[in-house]
């Protein structure tokens, strides 16, 4: 797997098309997103689908979409996936799940679309060994299909406020950039640290605010090129509106608390005051 890194001061939107051409070689068979993106929340434009397509088309390689969170997107929008895309019934594949969509974390079904019949021919061949298929979450995916569209109506509108809540607390902490995600359930932020890692650890091992710390995921673990993400995280807005605040404001106490903080807690107040 060769990377192209999206970046978060535009958000981590798609890369410049000459970045990917720049790594396209013979070996290259296929270009891999998800739409929207773990870890980034990005929702891929029709502009940036179609430009990925028309490289595959001129490249003759395959467009992987994995559509898991395709029901959680914000603000009116919605995503476009890559199966409607004029021109790409021979080149689209796209990789789904039900376990986002159904809060179904484990239940490891999922499914492979794909117009090209060559590409479904050898999938289907590969699903005729039937090796430890998880029939319970088979069933669980069954009924889960029956549920009405009002199921992601609400759980969109609880998704989209604990977004708002947590770019809203995040962006008032002094030092800390993070971008407004268009879907999925996490968000991306640079913190006044010096170390993610370091300090993901100091949470656990070192911190308490009111008898209580938090959990959050280093960033670096989703960059392949080594060093980047270094000062970032990723937050999952996965608890209700409640719980989600206190740990914001843990994690607002743990910024002014951490020794191996880059913005001085002086700095900091300074800054929190320009806010009020």
């Known amino acids: 797997i060769v990377p192209v890194t999206a970046t978060i001061d535009n958000g981590f939107a798609l890369p410049p098309l000459a970045d990917f051409e720049a790594v396209i070689t013979p070996?290259?068979?296929?270009?891999?997103?998800?739409?929207?993106?773990?870890?980034?929340?990005?929702?891929?434009?029709?502009?940036?689908?179609?430009?990925?397509?028309?490289?595959?088309?001129?490249?003759?390689?395959?467009?992987?979409?994995?559509?898991?969170?395709?029901?959680?997107?914000y603000d009116g929008?919605?995503?476009?996936?890559?199966?409607?895309?004029?021109?790409?019934?021979?080149?689209?594949?796209v990789l789904d799940t039900i376990s986002k969509r159904y809060s179904a974390c484990g239940a490891r079904?999922?499914?492979l679309v794909t117009?090209?019949?060559?590409?479904?021919?050898?999938?289907f061949h590969f699903a005729q060994m039937r090796i430890s298929p998880p029939g319970l979450g088979m069933l669980l995916g069954e009924a889960a299909v029956a549920l009405p569209e009002s199921y992601f109506d609400e759980n969109r509108a609880e998704y989209q406020a604990r977004r708002d809540l947590t770019v809203r607390r995040l962006q008032a902490m002094p030092g800390v950039h993070c971008p407004v995600p268009g879907g999925a359930f996490y968000v991306m932020a640079h913190l006044p640290?010096?170390?993610?890692?370091?300090?993901g650890e100091w949470l656990l091992t070192d911190?308490?605010?009111?008898?209580?710390?938090?959990?959050?995921s280093p960033a670096n673990g989703f960059y392949q090129t080594p060093?980047?993400?270094?000062q970032q995280v990723r937050l999952a807005y996965i608890l209700n509106l409640h719980d989600l605040d206190?740990?914001?404001?843990?994690?607002?106490?743990?910024?002014?608390?951490?020794?191996?903080?880059?913005?001085?807690?002086?700095?900091?107040?300074?800054?929190?005051?320009?806010?009020?």
């Open 77 to 93: 929008a919605r995503s476009i996936s890559a199966l409607n895309l004029v021109g790409g019934d021979e080149y689209v594949v």
């Open 207 to 216: 911190f308490t605010y009111e008898n209580q710390t938090l959990m959050l």
């Open 27 to 73: 070996r290259t068979k296929a270009i891999l997103l998800c739409n929207p993106s773990n870890p980034t929340g990005h929702v891929y434009t029709q502009v940036e689908l179609d430009g990925l397509l028309s490289l595959c088309q001129q490249h003759q390689l395959y467009l992987l979409s994995d559509e898991a969170y395709r029901e959680y997107c």
């Open 109 to 111: 079904v999922g499914s």
């Open 246 to 276: 206190l740990a914001l404001t843990c994690l607002a106490q743990a910024l002014l608390a951490y020794p191996g903080r880059t913005l001085e807690p002086t700095e900091a107040l300074e800054t929190a005051s320009s806010f009020s």
């Open 227 to 230: 060093g980047l993400g270094r």
């Open 115 to 123: 117009r090209n019949k060559s590409v479904f021919q050898a999938a």
């Open 193 to 199: 640290v010096d170390d993610a890692e370091r300090f």
